[in-house]
């Protein structure tokens, strides 16, 4: 079992950065492969980015290409997005997802656990 906590999420001026981090209480997450979906209100859930286990490959979508960047931290208990350039768009409730030893995947289907999420909002 893995419990995920998503943290960093909160209200950003539009251009502004969050970073939001996805830990599992100390536990390595370097065979896991990561994914950040996010979901606003009345919308489908959006897989964002991912990394895979050993952050061999990454995958951003569109629309935060360019202003996103997933990484992990050098003890591989942490996986970030760092989120910049932050649209009114990018408003949305984000969780990390994990599953050992996964493909690259932006299918909420092909992750195991989920944490809890944590808000962004993006306004003026």
């Known amino acids: 079992q893995v419990q995920l906590v998503e943290s960093g999420g909160g209200l950003v001026q539009p251009g502004g950065s969050l970073r939001l981090s996805c830990s599992a209480s100390?536990?390595?997450?370097?065979?896991?492969?990561i994914v950040w979906f996010r979901q606003a209100p009345g919308k489908q859930r959006e897989g964002v980015s991912c990394?895979?286990?050993?952050?061999?490959?990454?995958y951003m979508a569109d629309s935060v290409r360019d202003r996103f960047t997933i990484s992990r931290d050098n003890t591989k208990t942490e996986v970030y997005l760092q989120m910049s350039s932050l649209k009114p768009e990018d408003t949305a409730v984000y969780y990390c997802?994990?599953?050992?030893?996964?493909?690259?995947?932006?299918?909420?289907?092909?992750?195991?656990?989920w944490g809890q999420g944590t808000q962004v909002t993006v306004s003026p």
């Open positions: 997802a994990c599953q050992a030893w996964g493909r690259l995947s932006t299918l909420a289907r092909d992750y195991d656990y």
């Open positions: 990394i895979s286990h050993g952050s061999l490959t990454t």
């Open positions: 100390g536990r390595s997450l370097d065979n896991y492969s």
